[in-house]
């Protein structure tokens, strides 16, 4: 009893000076959150990444802040609302004037001023004080013949690779550069991956003839498997074509790259699962095809993390007419369901429907004017609703047993001009 | 008392648990309304390009209540019925895509409305959503006909029908006024007022002359005052209603929201003919865009002189350009140009409007001529004005 009273004098003492710590921790907090301090813009070194193109007179060099340097140059809470700051730099060598299209670039992109009010903390004389960084800051538009302009556009944060579209408008004149950055910070699955040594060089198989190519993707396996191979999960319902750098017309088409399983990630898949909130680069679970897991995770989350498509994507040691094969599974996610299969208990439901995904990313890819043609072929087999086959977790699924066939182009091909193939007669690509 | 107590929690242990699985059940009866006995498909829009015929109705909360057995609108899907008839000799598919990027696949809508507890129930709900989503392919000679579960929208919706073949596309385009809501600018007779133009003007110069005696501002009920600047000037009746939706803004609704944000604004007289906005959640912030039917016409066009300006932003001339390349992007904007307006406002003494927000401003006004036929961005022409302030030279006026 003795003893529980001095605990319970000495809690109440430290109680005190716990208290006091806390007012005082608070008043600093204030204070901290007042005083904006952001680290001179020089210091940071985003321009060694740097990437420049140049055409006909005018050069664009565009930079994408990482969520460090963001906080750095711009505070804390711009990186918390999801504000992720691009450098521009456009010297105009012609001798016409240009304006650059900010809504090109990213069609909700913030204002200074709407960015500046994020930061904004207490009191009047601060407040300027971030409304004069930030417009001071933000690149001025107007692009007068002979100058160059630096300066930062505030768009919305993409992780992972981020397309910069720098639209250059003129009178009756339109120059338009492209740029795919990889923002370092995310940890995307196919880094991982080693693709120059993926496969024996004696391993390559080079195929020439549409009929071949088909015999290929036709007597490919149905589903992917467990990791020694056995059982028989998802439909293999993908196969897409196209030269190394043609995967951008996925980050064209906006979707988003997929983090590895790390313990960060885990609590924000965690985190997003049971606030229902969106989480766009969520781990997605390994599926086997060539007794390895996907080399590419892809996703494109709508509301919430239970509702998002995403697709696997598998290099093939077949080059076709020069180009890479993947293969590929795709499906839609449409909510959570209990399974005993998983540690949490609950899994993904899938579209049992699981054309209908298929069919989206067609669609998907054919409107971002990445797709040049398509064909379908089978493989999968055809599966009725009356007795559907199940996914590694229990899902169900059906399919008319089609394959889509992609074939990605690196440059704008306009909806009117997408070919359908019968593969057998297809000529060229 | 205690002892009361536990007696009565006993009881309450049995009775809420009867309760819950009572009102379960009730919550899981799905009973719909067959499609026979609504008449959503009479007040369907059809539009025929050769031998292609695509109609459309955008079901209300009530019809997609009935229909579906379920509230859809809670979860903000909103039903898209379209027949298309395919009389061509050509197999078409019809991309879903294309009329809503973020569209619900009918098991998803199914998914999502599903009851907690009903299994039996669910999987009635899952047949009958698909059974009644629309599909796709469109054979030669075929007419289909179901849902798209789309994504909500209030006022006008735009209802895009994308055809594709194999080397061919078409394209037909509805505007379609959601039943149950109605905006208020949609109660003015915008026809009557349409038709009292006094000033008619054929050449730029006439047009150019015709803005310059426009007032800077917007005023207060009986004319005086001067609140949110002028900076818009567009030229097109129904095709700037049209670009506006095409080009993502809401009708604003709720002018009251408006009138308590901003201050009531008049011009000849009357509170704005028209309103749009976009709403920009993650910084608190709303694009608004306030017009007016002017007594301007330019080559018998209606010309519509307004406002636009960003909630938290007094630079006006942001605002403007944003409007600008958003509707340019959409296709919109067959001519653009650049006049004096306002006159400039520097930023260390900007004025204030109605609602005592700061602003300042070059002082120049937006012209845009809308185009009711897509525009690519290098086939926009200018006005033979300077096109830009910053951008212009001295003498290129």
Same mark, same amino acid.
């Given at each position: 009893?003795?003893?529980?009273?001095?605990?319970?004098?000495?809690?109440?003492?430290?109680?005190?000076?716990?208290?006091?710590?806390?007012?005082?921790?608070?008043?600093?907090?204030?204070?901290?959150?007042?005083?904006?301090?952001?680290?001179?813009? #020089?210091?940071?070194?985003?321009?060694?990444?740097?990437?420049?193109?140049?055409?006909?007179?005018?050069?664009?060099?565009?930079?994408?802040?990482?969520?460090?340097?963001?906080? +750095?140059?711009?505070?804390?809470?711009?990186?918390?609302?999801?504000?992720?700051?691009?450098?521009?730099?456009?010297?105009?060598?012609?001798?016409?004037?240009?304006?650059?299209?900010?809504?090109?670039?990213?069609?909700?992109?913030?204002?200074?001023?709407?960015?500046?009010?994020?930061?904004?903390?207490?009191?009047?004389?601060?407040?300027?004080?971030? #409304?004069?960084?930030?417009?001071?800051?933000?690149?001025?538009?107007?692009?007068?013949?002979?100058?160059?302009?630096?300066?930062?556009?505030?768009?919305?944060?993409?992780?992972?690779?981020?397309?910069?579209?720098?639209?250059?408008?003129?009178?009756?004149?339109?120059?338009?550069?492209?740029?795919?950055?990889?923002?370092?910070?995310?940890?995307?699955?196919?880094?991982?991956?080693?693709?120059?040594?993926?496969?024996?060089?004696?391993?390559?198989?080079?195929?020439?003839?549409?009929?071949?190519?088909?015999?290929?993707?036709?007597?490919?396996?149905?589903?992917?498997?467990?990791?020694?191979?056995?059982?028989?999960?998802?439909?293999?319902?993908?196969?897409?074509?196209?030269?190394?750098?043609?995967?951008?017309?996925?980050?064209?088409?906006?979707?988003?790259?997929?983090?590895?399983?790390?313990?960060?990630?885990?609590?924000?898949?965690?985190?997003?699962?049971?606030?229902?909130?969106?989480?766009?680069?969520?781990?997605?679970?390994?599926?086997?095809?060539?007794?390895?897991?996907?080399?590419?995770?892809? +996703?494109?989350?709508?509301?919430?993390?239970?509702?998002?498509?995403?697709?696997?994507?598998?290099?093939?040691?077949?080059?076709?007419?020069?180009?890479?094969?993947?293969?590929?599974?795709?499906?839609?996610?449409?909510?959570?369901?209990?399974?005993?299969?998983?540690?949490?208990?609950?899994?993904?439901?899938?579209?049992?429907?699981?054309?209908?995904?298929?069919?989206?990313?067609?669609? #998907?890819?054919?409107?971002?004017?990445?797709?040049?043609?398509?064909?379908?072929?089978?493989?999968?087999?055809?599966?009725?609703?009356?007795?559907?086959?199940?996914?590694?977790?229990?899902?169900?699924?059906?399919?008319?047993? +089609?394959?889509?066939?992609?074939?990605?182009?690196?440059?704008?091909?306009?909806?009117?001009?997408?070919?359908?193939?019968?593969?057998?007669?297809?000529?060229?690509? | 008392?205690?002892?009361?107590?536990?007696?009565?929690?006993?009881?309450?242990?049995?009775?809420?648990?009867?309760?819950?699985?009572?009102?379960?059940?009730?919550?899981?009866?799905?009973?719909?309304?067959?499609?026979?006995?609504?008449?959503?498909?009479?007040?369907?829009?059809?539009?025929?390009?050769?031998?292609?015929?695509?109609?459309?109705?955008?079901?209300?909360?009530?019809?997609?209540? +009935?229909?579906?057995?379920?509230?859809?609108?809670?979860?903000?899907?909103?039903?898209?019925?379209?027949?298309?008839?395919?009389?061509?000799?050509?197999?078409?598919?019809?991309?879903?895509?294309?009329?809503?990027?973020?569209?619900?696949?009918?098991?998803?809508?199914?998914?999502?409305?599903?009851?907690?507890?009903?299994?039996?129930?669910?999987?009635?709900?899952?047949?009958?959503?698909?059974?009644?989503?629309?599909?796709?392919?469109?054979?030669?000679?075929?007419?289909?006909?179901?849902?798209?579960?789309?994504?909500?929208?209030?006022?006008?919706?735009?209802?895009?029908?994308?055809?594709?073949?194999?080397?061919?596309?078409?394209?037909?385009?509805?505007?379609?006024?959601?039943?149950?809501?109605?905006?208020?600018?949609?109660?003015?007779?915008?026809?009557?007022?349409?038709?009292?133009?006094?000033?008619?003007?054929?050449?730029?110069?006439?047009?150019?002359?015709?803005?310059?005696?426009?007032?800077?501002?917007?005023?207060?009920?009986?004319?005086?005052?001067?609140?949110?600047?002028?900076?818009?000037?567009?030229?097109?009746?129904?095709?700037?209603?049209?670009?506006?939706?095409?080009?993502?803004?809401?009708?604003?609704?709720?002018?009251?929201?408006?009138?308590?944000?901003?201050?009531?604004?008049?011009?000849?007289?009357?509170?704005?003919?028209?309103?749009?906005?976009?709403?920009?959640?993650?910084?608190?912030?709303?694009?608004?865009?306030?017009?007016?039917?002017?007594?301007?016409?330019?080559? #018998?066009?209606?010309?519509?002189?307004?406002?636009?300006?960003?909630?938290?932003?007094?630079?006006?001339?942001?605002?403007?350009?944003?409007?600008?390349?958003?509707?340019?992007?959409?296709?919109?904007?067959?001519?653009?140009?650049?006049?004096?307006?306002?006159?400039?406002?520097?930023?260390?003494?900007?004025?204030?409007?109605?609602?005592?927000?700061?602003?300042?401003?070059?002082?120049?006004?937006?012209?845009?001529?809308?185009?009711?036929?897509?525009?690519?961005?290098?086939?926009?022409?200018?006005?033979?004005?300077?096109?830009?302030?910053?951008?212009?030279?001295?003498?290129?006026?």
């Amino acid at each position: 009893m003795s003893n529980k009273n001095r605990a319970d004098r000495g809690t109440f003492s430290t109680d005190g000076v716990l208290r006091v710590a806390i007012v005082l921790w608070l008043a600093l907090g204030i204070f901290g959150c007042a005083s904006f301090a952001p680290v001179p813009i #020089d210091s940071l070194d985003y321009m060694a990444r740097a990437q420049s193109q140049e055409n006909d007179g005018l050069k664009v060099t565009v930079s994408v802040l990482t969520r460090h340097e963001t906080r +750095q140059a711009f505070g804390k809470k711009l990186d918390k609302r999801l504000i992720q700051p691009v450098w521009i730099e456009i010297e105009n060598n012609t001798e016409r004037d240009y304006w650059l299209m900010l809504h090109g670039l990213d069609p909700d992109y913030f204002s200074a001023r709407e960015a500046a009010s994020v930061s904004y903390g207490f009191g009047r004389t601060t407040n300027q004080r971030i #409304d004069d960084y930030f417009d001071e800051l933000g690149i001025d538009p107007a692009l007068r013949a002979g100058s160059t302009r630096s300066g930062f556009v505030f768009s919305n944060l993409k992780q992972g690779t981020k397309e910069v579209r720098v639209r250059l408008f003129g009178n009756r004149d339109l120059v338009e550069f492209d740029f795919f950055v990889t923002v370092p910070g995310l940890r995307a699955d196919w880094q991982r991956v080693d693709f120059d040594s993926l496969y024996p060089e004696a391993d390559w198989v080079d195929i020439d003839d549409p009929g071949e190519l088909r015999r290929y993707v036709e007597a490919f396996m149905c589903c992917t498997t467990k990791k020694d191979g056995s059982k028989s999960g998802d439909p293999i319902n993908l196969v897409i074509i196209g030269s190394e750098d043609s995967l951008q017309g996925f980050i064209k088409a906006g979707w988003d790259e997929t983090e590895i399983i790390s313990v960060g990630s885990s609590w924000r898949t965690f985190k997003s699962f049971i606030g229902g909130s969106e989480y766009k680069y969520s781990p997605i679970s390994a599926l086997y095809v060539f007794k390895r897991p996907q080399d590419i995770g892809l +996703q494109k989350a709508r509301d919430t993390i239970h509702e998002r498509n995403h697709l696997r994507l598998w290099l093939s040691p077949v080059r076709y007419r020069g180009n890479f094969v993947w293969i590929g599974a795709i499906s839609r996610d449409i909510g959570v369901k209990f399974t005993t299969r998983a540690w949490n208990l609950t899994t993904h439901a899938i579209d049992p429907q699981v054309d209908e995904a298929r069919m989206y990313l067609l669609e #998907d890819l054919a409107t971002a004017q990445s797709l040049a043609a398509f064909a379908f072929v089978g493989g999968v087999g055809p599966v009725t609703p009356e007795e559907p086959k199940y996914n590694l977790l229990g899902s169900p699924w059906w399919t008319d047993g +089609q394959r889509a066939v992609l074939w990605l182009s690196a440059t704008p091909v306009p909806l009117e001009q997408l070919e359908q193939l019968n593969v057998e007669s297809q000529q060229g690509d | 008392m205690a002892k009361h107590f536990s007696q009565y929690d006993r009881v309450r242990s049995i009775a809420l648990p009867a309760l819950a699985m009572l009102c379960l059940s009730a919550c899981a009866s799905f009973d719909p309304v067959p499609l026979e006995e609504l008449d959503f498909p009479q007040r369907a829009q059809t539009e025929q390009a050769g031998d292609l015929r695509v109609s459309v109705s955008v079901l209300s909360r009530e019809e997609a209540r +009935q229909v579906f057995g379920v509230d859809l609108h809670k979860r903000a899907i909103q039903p898209v019925w379209l027949e298309i008839e395919n009389r061509t000799e050509r197999n078409f598919w019809f991309m879903m895509t294309g009329l809503d990027p973020n569209y619900f696949s009918a098991h998803e809508a199914a998914y999502i409305n599903h009851f907690r507890f009903g299994g039996k129930t669910n999987r009635e709900m899952d047949a009958h959503f698909s059974e009644l989503g629309i599909d796709q392919q469109v054979r030669a000679g075929e007419t289909n006909s179901g849902f798209v579960f789309a994504n909500e929208t209030v006022g006008t919706k735009e209802v895009r029908v994308r055809m594709y073949s194999s080397n061919d596309l078409r394209t037909f385009e509805f505007f379609v006024s959601v039943p149950g809501v109605v905006s208020e600018w949609n109660q003015k007779d915008l026809a009557l007022i349409a038709r009292q133009a006094t000033i008619r003007v054929e050449t730029d110069e006439a047009l150019r002359e015709a803005l310059r005696s426009l007032p800077c501002c917007t005023q207060r009920e009986n004319g005086t005052g001067e609140g949110d600047p002028l900076n818009l000037v567009l030229i097109g009746g129904i095709s700037t209603l049209k670009a506006f939706i095409i080009a993502g803004w809401d009708e604003a609704v709720f002018q009251q929201d408006f009138r308590s944000l901003f201050g009531a604004a008049y011009l000849y007289g009357r509170t704005p003919d028209i309103q749009f906005q976009k709403v920009r959640r993650r910084v608190d912030s709303v694009n608004r865009v306030q017009l007016w039917i002017s007594p301007i016409r330019y080559r #018998d066009e209606v010309v519509l002189v307004g406002s636009v300006v960003r909630s938290i932003d007094p630079d006006v001339d942001g605002a403007a350009q944003y409007v600008a390349e958003d509707l340019a992007t959409a296709g919109a904007v067959a001519r653009f140009g650049r006049i004096d307006g306002v006159g400039a406002v520097s930023r260390d003494a900007p004025r204030k409007n109605f609602a005592n927000a700061p602003y300042w401003t070059l002082g120049d006004r937006t012209v845009l001529e809308i185009s009711s036929e897509p525009v690519e961005l290098d086939e926009i022409e200018l006005f033979p004005w300077r096109w830009n302030r910053l951008v212009g030279r001295p003498g290129d006026e």
